[in-house]
């Protein structure tokens, strides 16, 4: 397994950097030469959270969308942007937990790209997974 850490987006929620976004979780997103997919370790803080202990799912969905939008990035380097996404919650990912996210682009059609991504924790049960539509975008 070959892993290189790409660059990140300064300002973004996920893989930003606190010094442009005080919010940003600092996420370093991990692309796997090999095997052609996203990586992202994290430890949740008890700032993600919901309900005590468990993570808000609007913030696992935030880290599957970065996992994803960085699964075509890394094959094109053109700007894709989320259109539709769904979300499958199967296991509450816990406060202090080790976690991974893994993004997959499946495939692409016309201006659409089909991604896929899971959150697994150390034992390797999935606790959430997502599929996505991005779309190539006419502007930038
Ligand atoms: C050190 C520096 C590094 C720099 C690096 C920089 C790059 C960083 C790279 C990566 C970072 C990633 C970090 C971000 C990750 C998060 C991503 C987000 O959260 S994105 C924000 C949320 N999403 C939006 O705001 C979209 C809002 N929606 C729109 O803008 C439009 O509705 C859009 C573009 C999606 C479509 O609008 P239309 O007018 O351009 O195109 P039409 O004609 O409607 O659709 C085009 C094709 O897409 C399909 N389509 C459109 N919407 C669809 C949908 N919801 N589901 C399925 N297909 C859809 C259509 O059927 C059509 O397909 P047919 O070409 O005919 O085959």
């Not at 606190?18 to 992202?40: A, F, Y």
């Not at 005590?52 to 696992?60: A, D, W």
Request: hydrophobic share 40%; charged share 25%; net charge negative.
């Amino acid at each position: 397994m070959s892993l290189k850490v790409l660059p990140g987006t300064p300002s973004c929620f996920v893989c930003g950097d606190k010094k442009e976004n005080s919010r940003s979780l600092e996420l370093n997103i991990c692309w796997d030469e090999d095997d052609e997919h996203t990586s992202i370790s994290f430890v949740p803080d008890g700032s993600w959270c919901g309900y005590e202990g468990i993570v808000h799912g609007g913030i696992l969905a935030a880290i599957l969308d970065d996992a994803m939008a960085w699964a075509i990035k890394a094959l094109d380097d053109r700007t894709y942007v989320t259109a539709k996404m769904n979300v499958t919650f199967k296991r509450p990912v816990q406060l202090h937990g080790h976690y991974s996210a893994s993004g997959f682009l499946d495939r692409k059609e016309e201006r659409r790209a089909y991604t896929s991504a899971l959150i697994q924790d150390e034992d390797g049960n999935t606790c959430v997974e997502a599929k996505a539509v991005f779309v190539l975008t006419k502007a930038i």
